[in-house]
């Protein structure tokens, strides 16, 4: 496996170099190697199955049990511990899990695995011992590597396949465009069974010998704590954290100057919070655009490239086709959906020939379902999702035009926007903020606010103030959550 035997190779390199920091220790190289081979024992003597569970928090527990995965010639399975216990068994039956790589206070957190799951604790490895030695791992580039669950905003999790050379070409594809090296030092709370938090977070730093800081909880203060005492050049977070950091007290302001990148996905980054971070911290946020099938990342817009609503150009050896509902190509500047070809693009769903067929299309380009235009110079902006998008008295409207305006007003902290039944107009917005700390919602201010900047139709219908937000393990505001509240909401897919 290329992926897996680079990083062996990094790990062998320097095996007293600290390579990952965590909320319990610092991992000299060695050690992670040691620990992988000792779990990939443990599964050989656990189970025959193909794919393994990893259900661990965001820690160096993590690649060293990937890693032994890939060791013993497993896929790896991570399994989201925010699972409600329904898809959790689903997901373990999908995937004929019968192990899965834990800890006990995981074990607790989500009372227990799903029947007919073993569970190995990495508590119990024997890691005085020394073990089995491991210098290379078996490798066939189509072979599945990673099956990655979705995170269920839209329904059942479905299962991801994501290939070793999946894997491998996005690690590349990711190092390359941002010139990262091993001096770099990446800084980063996500989950790493998140696509995410698994390559650009994981991997991608230990292939090129890279330090990464994990902390598996994420609080505003300790992260600017952590900025402090590492000095990360590489700061890897979604909007709604940039949102929670500029607003930690006394923070100082060259708290993340060290940073070379700071990096944003996961969801659209809202302009107050990109500016809102800019201002605090002299950081200006680069914004890339990903999804779970495209292992993730597909583009990236680089301090140096920014403008305002770019993600940036593709990255090597990805293409970007904007396409109408016919699938022809459309103009620049003219909003589509988002389809990419690429070797990073996801062998399919697991056990879904029907919906993996229908995500390309004749021509083998992966349908995103998100809608974007490119400019001139080729920068992507995504401009909502179709499958969002509302219908008002015959114009196409989409949710993002929307939030973004509300989420300029002084009391709002974050909106989201859905559609709701209308008898004459088809459907008219129906807007849930979230407010700031303190702040108190006046619905005619608020409503001021929205005709001054945008046309008449586009104005919510109703507002409805929620304490916080539903939300994915990622932070992104699950609609579906809030289309489930209200009768006559048309619920996304």
């Known amino acids: 496996m290329q992926l897996g035997n680079a990083i062996l190779r990094q790990l062998a390199l320097r095996p007293f170099r600290t390579v990952v920091v965590d909320d319990q220790r610092r991992w000299p190289a060695w050690q992670v190697w040691w620990t992988a081979c000792h779990v990939a024992a443990a599964i050989e003597r656990t189970t025959s199955a193909d794919r393994v569970g990893i259900m661990l928090p965001t820690s160096g527990l993590f690649p060293a049990a990937a890693l032994g995965t890939w060791m013993a010639g497993r896929t790896c399975v991570p399994l989201n511990y925010l699972f409600t216990p329904q898809d959790m068994e689903h997901v373990c039956r999908d995937a004929s899990v019968d192990c899965c790589i834990t800890v006990d206070p995981m074990l607790e957190f989500t009372k227990g695995l799903p029947s007919g799951v073993r569970a190995l604790r990495m508590e119990e490895l024997p890691v005085k011992r020394v073990p089995r030695p491991r210098c290379c791992m078996p490798s066939r580039q189509d072979r599945l590597a990673l099956l990655l669950y979705t995170s269920g905003t839209s329904g059942r999790p479905k299962g991801v396949m994501l290939t070793e050379d999946n894997l491998w070409a996005n690690v590349r594809q990711v190092r390359d465009s941002a010139k990262f090296n091993s001096n770099d030092v990446v800084l980063g709370v996500l989950p790493q069974f998140h696509s995410f938090g698994f390559t650009v977070l994981t991997m991608m730093p230990l292939s090129i010998g890279a330090k990464t800081v994990y902390t598996a909880r994420f609080m505003p203060k300790r992260i600017v704590d952590l900025a402090s005492a590492h000095r990360p050049t590489v700061l890897v ?256 897919a």
Not at 255 to 267: D, I, N, T
Not at 398 to 417: D, G, Q, T, Y
């Open 237 to 492: 977070a979604i909007p709604s954290m940039y949102n929670a950091l500029r607003a930690v007290k006394d923070a100082p302001k060259d708290a993340f100057s060290s940073l070379r990148l700071a990096v944003s996905g996961g969801e659209p980054l809202p302009q107050a919070v990109s500016d809102g971070f800019h201002d605090a911290f002299g950081v200006r946020i680069s914004e890339g655009y990903g999804l779970t099938e495209t292992s993730p990342v597909v583009s990236w817009c680089l301090p140096h490239e920014y403008r305002w609503k770019s993600v940036g150009r593709p990255l090597q050896d990805v293409q970007f086709l904007i396409a109408d509902a016919d699938g022809q190509p459309v103009p620049h500047g003219h909003d589509g959906e988002i389809r990419i070809k690429g070797p990073n693009v996801m062998r399919g769903y697991f056990n879904l020939p029907n919906e993996s067929a229908a995500a390309f299309d004749a021509d083998g380009w992966f349908r995103t379902g998100d809608q974007g235009r490119l400019d001139g110079d080729g920068h992507l902006s995504i401009t909502g999702r179709i499958k969002e998008m509302l219908i008002i008295a015959g114009e196409n409207v989409f949710p993002r035009e929307i939030e973004e305006v509300l989420n300029h007003e002084p009391s709002i902290k974050v909106s989201a926007v859905i559609g709701m039944t209308d008898g004459s107009r088809g459907e008219v917005p129906l807007a849930f903020v979230e407010l700031h700390d303190g702040a108190a919602f006046n619905e005619q201010a608020v409503r001021s606010w929205c005709r001054e900047r945008l046309p008449g139709y586009k104005v919510p219908r109703e507002f409805r103030v929620l304490s916080a937000m539903p939300r994915n393990p990622t932070g992104k505001v699950m609609r579906r959550a809030l289309s489930a509240t209200t009768p006559g909401i048309n619920t996304p």
